[in-house]
């Protein structure tokens, strides 16, 4: 299993989303139910795979880290939000009930 971070700065965003290869990123509410269940989704895939690195964004408590996000990719926010990136861009990205394990999976060997 791999650890996932937790990005708290723009610059660790920045480390991590310029990176080779695909990444996952995980936009988090703590005070949602549906992202609970959009986090215990990610969590499950993430349990069973070891070669992706993943990070999560805490949209309250990081709320600038969260809004570069919007930015950075003109993806309007939303939050469960996950994205793949690939060399540093978008791939594949979605929200609340559409994050599910088979999702993430399918979005990774696409």
């Not at 920045?14 to 549906?34: E, M, N, V, W, Y």
């Not at 919007?70 to 791939?91: N, T």
């Not at 594949?92 to 559409?98: D, I, L, M, Q, V």
């Amino acid at each position: 299993m791999t650890d996932t971070l937790q990005l708290e700065t723009i610059e660790q965003l920045d480390s991590f989303a310029g990176q080779p290869g695909k990444r996952i990123l995980f936009k988090h509410s703590t005070i949602c139910p549906i992202s609970t269940s959009a986090y215990e989704q990610f969590q499950s895939f993430m349990g069973e795979q070891s070669d992706i690195p993943a990070a999560v964004v805490l949209v309250r408590e990081a709320r600038p880290v969260s809004n570069e996000i919007a930015d950075r990719y003109g993806i309007k926010h939303e939050s469960p939000q996950i994205f793949l990136l690939e060399d540093g861009a978008v791939k594949w990205h979605t929200s609340h009930w559409k994050i599910t394990k088979d999702a993430i999976a399918q979005a990774v060997k696409g």
